[in-house]
């Protein structure tokens, strides 16, 4: 349905997680593009070397959406709500935009 564009694709990542609720959500921020979600579509490929781990999916992806700004400048005045399905996942109780961070050592 979201890639017939029958339903929001925003919408739809955020509900996802109120029909599988996992105990444990874990962000692979090792490496991401910039410009383009692929190579294909003019990406360019950049180191982050992070790893997330936690129970609230909405603070991860607005911690995550903080270390995106450090390589993506014209993310800098970007906050959370102003990403749709981040704004979308907290609306419905799926999560908090606020976050803790808890290093953990090797």
């Known amino acids: 349905m979201m890639h017939a564009k029958l339903k929001s ?3 739809g990542i955020a509900e996802v997680n109120s ?3 996992p105990g444990l959500f874990i962000v692979d921020a ?3 593009y910039t410009h383009a979600q692929e190579r294909r579509h003019g990406g360019s490929q ?3 070397g992070c790893m997330l781990a936690g129970k ?3 603070a991860l992806d607005s ?3 903080e270390l995106l700004k450090r390589i993506e400048t014209s993310l800098n005045d970007t906050g959370p709500e ?3 399905y981040i704004a979308h996942a907290s609306r419905i ?3 908090s935009i606020g976050y803790k961070i808890e290093p953990v050592s090797e």
Do not use: Q, Y
């Open 63 to 65: 911690f995550g959406l």
């Open 93 to 95: 109780g799926l999560g």
């Open 46 to 48: 950049v180191r982050l």
């Open 9 to 11: 694709l925003s919408k």
């Open 56 to 58: 609230d999916p909405v």
């Open 82 to 84: 102003d990403v749709a």
């Open 19 to 21: 029909v599988v609720k």
């Open 30 to 32: 090792i490496e991401t």
